[in-house]
Structure formats: structure tokens, C-alpha cells
């Protein structure tokens, strides 16, 4: 039962989109609900129970106080069990005055799981049930039903399936407001565990967006999907014939960037890795704690004590095409401080402060030849200037504070794409420091040029890819699995004429 002044979806939408410096009217879901998805796809999926187990009383109510005082991001739930993040979530669709799935819609609903038609006749009616929704709750629901879904896909670790999941939230998502008494509701219970079961179990069907339908040139993708590491994968670079990939807790793993399979590991022994380049010789780790750099043949060669948040490769204006032996600068990144590396002599040329007093943290880089790109928990862009050591020039992206957490500079069109863990990504001009547009799609985790197109990946598992001219989307790749996109890696195969994207997942 909704409680009494509860608010209504499409006002949580419109207050969520001016808090966070977006059109009114876009029916995109709520920060705090897509931040409480995202925690439950990176954390949730191996815990059994999820969404059947209540979390603390206690947790929930102060997570519920926390994210009414703003607390959007995925990390911002960190401190609390998948169990405390299930039950907010769960709690807040019950709250609200009508229920996601529309009570005026009920016994549509309810008709379509009495009807003997075929599958594919019952998915027709499914879908057009969906459309009849208002934007926003279609928007909310196909990111609730993704987890959902991925909840079951897991149904060997979580114990849930479809059926399970849906006598959890069947009466969370679909009640009558016509119901007289008790027993009324209690009549359609089953009916209402079958249409939620179904749209669950059928999601990648009845939540096909035509936004993203596939581009009819689209190339096909071959996915395989390789187990590396029960830890999240955060870093992943070419060095030498190797892939090189990081987990969050330190372990380094090499493939063969042909057979895509593990040749070696080993542990880096630096707590929480949070940035991994390669300068075409070395790789370069940096964590919470040091910034590592290895030979190929995995030896450890230099150590940095120091929190290294970022990092990129730098080569000067004029040779960045001219490959790795050209490349001679490391920037790392950490709270207002950029360190800047020579990759020939291993040794470190500066540690300049940046913006002291801000408590600015330098989230991500990009390098555009000549200048640095620094992306900042507090929402802007920074241009920095090696020859100078100096902040030249800056742009806020949001009015509201955001950590701008993914960086790319496309080289061939002089333009910087940025994410800030909103379901946009922000297009400027790198010249003239001017806006240019703003794309609508999933959190972003990371970004790659691929010749004239800019594929993303997002965290719920898609990979986008855009025109980088025009900014047109082309198409959509959505590998099947519950795993989130969290690494691209273009590259050239030059001797299969071929662009190769290796993603990782985790």
C-alpha cells in the first residue's frame, strides 16, 4: 500500500532531472534508482536471496535519508549490504502512490495471462501494454526488469528465478485500485506472479528499444565470453602480443590477443588498482597506494609510493601516429596533484599541485597531443599544459557537482567526449572549448575510437557505437549475459585487415 503523501513517479523524474541540471521533461529514471541498479549488477549477483532477504531497518531508512540528501552514485552505496540496497529499492516502488505497472492497466494485465495464444501472440500484447505506460515509467522499468532478469540469469548462485523474483515483487508492481477488500487482491495473486514472471523472463524481447535497434549495416560480433577473476576487471591494454588485464584487487592477467586466453597472472600487491596504461614498452599500474611499472616479461621495474586515481600516455604534437616508440610522457592523477613520468628513464619529472584547497580528484584523463585533458570530481574538465605546468582553461559540465569518471579525446575530429555517471555523454569541441551536443545513453564506464565511430560501454552490459562526426547512433551490440561492459580496447589487426574491440566484462 502506497503511502499517503507519497509522490508520484513522474514527479520524482522531474525533481531528479532539475537536480541534476537535465531537461524537465526527460523521462529518464531517477539518479538514486539507476546508482541502486548499477550497485546490484556489480554486487548483487552472487547473493543469494537478493530481494528476498530484508536488509537492516536501521541501513535502510538512513540509506533512504542519503540519497533524499543526494547521494546518487554507485560508491555512494558502497558502505551498505546488497541486501540494505535491495530493500530502499524495493521500498521505494511500493511507496509510491500508484504502482510502476499502472493500476488503471490492472486488468489488462491480468487478461492477457488468461488468454490460450501462442508465446509470440502473448509478447505482442505484452508490449503493447508497455507502450500504453507513460514514458518515465517505461524508462524505470526496463532498467528494473534488466536486473531483474540478470538476478535469474544467476539463479544458480541467488536462488531466484523468474517465479521466485516475481512473488517478491509481483505485488510491489502491479495492484488494483479497484479492489474492494482483501480477497479481491488475493484472487489475481497468481495471476499477477505469471505477468510479472513473464516479463521478466522474456525482458530482452518486451524491452527492445527502437532508439537501439540494430543499424542495418551493423557488423556482426563474435562474443565469447572468457572467466578471468572473481574480482571486478577495471584495467585492460595491449603490450607487446599480450593483453594485459587488471581486477580491482591487484591481480594481473596476460592473453593472447588471438586466442583470447590466459598465458599468465600474478598479483601486483597494490591494494585497489584504479588506472592501468601501457607506454608501448611498459605497463603502468596505479592504485590507492603506489603506481608499479613492468616489463613485459612481468618484471617489476619501478615503484611510486603515492594514490594514482588516473593515468594516460602522452606524445608530442605532430607524431601520434607514429607509434609507441614515439611516446614519451606519463601523467598520473590524484587528489589536486598530476605527476608527470619519463617512459624512457623510468623516473619521475614533476608533482605538480592543482586547484589546492578543492579537494579536487582527478578522475580520468585524456591527452589531445600537445595538452591534458583531467577529468575532476568536481564536474569539469581541466586543461592542463605540460610545457607550463598550469590549468589553462576549464568547463563545468553540470551545474550540479559530478565526478566526470570517463575521458576521451578523438583525435581525427578535435573533440573530448565525457561521462558523468549520467545516462548522457557530453560532446565538446576541444578547440574552442564549446559544447557541441549531448547523447542519451546507459552509464558510460569507458570509451573507445574505433577509425571514424566512438564505441561506449556501458554498465548494463551494451556497447554503443556513434558516428564521431555526425554523432548519429549507429548501433547497438548486447552481448547476453548479466555482466557489465567495463573495458574497450580497439585495435588494429593488421594482418587480418580487421578491427579487433576486446571488452572485457565483469
Known sequence: MAAANAVSLRDVVRRDNTAHGRDAASPSPPCFVLAAVESLLWRGLKEEGLFRVAGSGTAVKELTQRTQEGCVECEDFADFSVHVVASMLKNFFRELPDCLMMSELYDQWIEVTKLEEPPKAIHTRLKALISKLPPENQAVMERLFHLLQNITLNEQLTRMTPTNVAVVWGPTLLWSANSSNATDSLTNSDNVI????????????????SRLTAFPDAPALIYRKNYISEKSILGMMYLGSKVWTVDTQGGVFLMDDKTTTVTSSFDAKQGRVLALVSDGKHAWIGSAMSIKVWSESCELLREFPGVCCSMCVCCPSGVASQGPEHWHRVFAGGEQLIRIFDSGTLECLASVVLLPGTGTVFLSMAHTGERVLLGGSDGSVH?????????VTQVKLLQKRRKVSVLLYDHRNGTFWASTGL??????????????????????????????????????????????????????????????????????????TMWQVPMCVC
Do not use: C
Not at 505469471?194 to 528499444?209: A, G, M
Not at 586543461?383 to 590549468?391: E, Q, R
Not at 555526425?470 to 547497438?476: G, R, S
Open 194 to 209: 505469471t505477468v510479472v514472471s513473464e516479463l521478466v523472463d522474456n525482458y530482452r524481447e518486451l524491452f527492445q528499444n
Open 423 to 496: 545516462d548522457a555523454i557530453y560532446i565538446w569541441d576541444e578547440r574552442s572549448m564549446t559544447k557541441v551536443t549531448e547523447l542519451v545513453t546507459p552509464h558510460v564506464l569507458y570509451m573507445a575510437v574505433v577509425e571514424d565511430s566512438v564505441w561506449t560501454a556501458s554498465w548494463d552490459g551494451s556497447v554503443h557505437v556513434w558516428n564521431a562526426v555526425t554523432f548519429e547512433h549507429l548501433f547497438e551490440l548486447k552481448p547476453q549475459g548479466s555482466e557489465a561492459a567495463s573495458m574497450l580496447l580497439a585495435n588494429w589487426r593488421r594482418d587480418e
Open 383 to 391: 586543461v592542463f599544459d605540460p610545457t607550463t605546468a598550469t590549468i
